[in-house]
């Protein structure tokens, strides 16, 4: 068999649910394949591409560790898929041969700068054509944009208005809660009593 390596443009909340899309780009064909993954998942890696770290290691930054164990990683291969599942092969340093998931896949990557290759088969089962318009009306790319790795600003912001978008979803939902239970915002604050105002 033979594969194609592909180039990752990022991972974008798309349609009215934002819901998480990694989206690879096939040269030769001028077709792209879209991954859908979770919103729990997809913010995971995101936050790792930015490099947004917390105090204590992450999943990742544990697995990571383990692959600097075993040499790195030397290849990275989607083989199959199955029932809307991807079967990625990751080879690491020493030549070991492990299963994965396409998230995983795109950490180790991008972490250790290997591309990540689709067989062809792979390829003419799920690989899409996607128009100028709607590149530009979903997923915010240009097609005459030179590297997907021109785009992290855009990623983020993306991540950020999500994160906004949600943090105000609860915020009114709270609100809500509270005007239910008969207790107005002066009565948490602590309005001026009568006897305060001249």
Request: hydrophobic residues 35%; contains cysteine; aromatic residues 10%.
């Amino acid at each position: 068999m033979t594969a194609e390596v592909l180039k990752f443009l990022g991972i974008h909340p798309v349609g009215p649910e934002n819901n998480l899309c990694a989206l690879f780009y096939w040269e030769e064909a001028d077709r792209h394949v879209p991954v859908w993954v979770s919103p729990i998942d997809g913010a995971r890696v995101l936050q790792v591409l930015e490099s947004h770290y917390n105090a204590r290691p992450s999943t990742y930054e544990l697995l990571i560790a383990f692959a600097d164990q075993l040499d790195g990683i030397e290849h990275i291969c989607v083989s199959e898929y199955h029932k809307g599942a991807f079967m990625v092969d990751v080879v690491d340093g020493t030549g070991e041969e492990h299963d994965a998931r396409i998230c995983d896949a795109l950490v180790l990557a991008d972490h250790y700068g290997v591309p990540i290759r689709f067989e062809k088969e792979v390829l003419e089962e799920v690989a899409v054509y996607i128009s100028d318009e709607d590149l530009k009306e979903y997923y915010g790319l240009e097609r005459e944009a030179k590297s997907p790795e021109t785009f992290p600003e855009k990623r983020s912001r993306d991540f950020q208005e999500m994160a906004a978008r949600q943090k105000a979803q609860e915020d009114d939902d709270f609100e809500q809660m509270m005007r239910d239970s008969g207790i107005s915002e002066e009565d948490l604050l602590g309005g001026d009593s009568p006897e305060d105002e001249d």
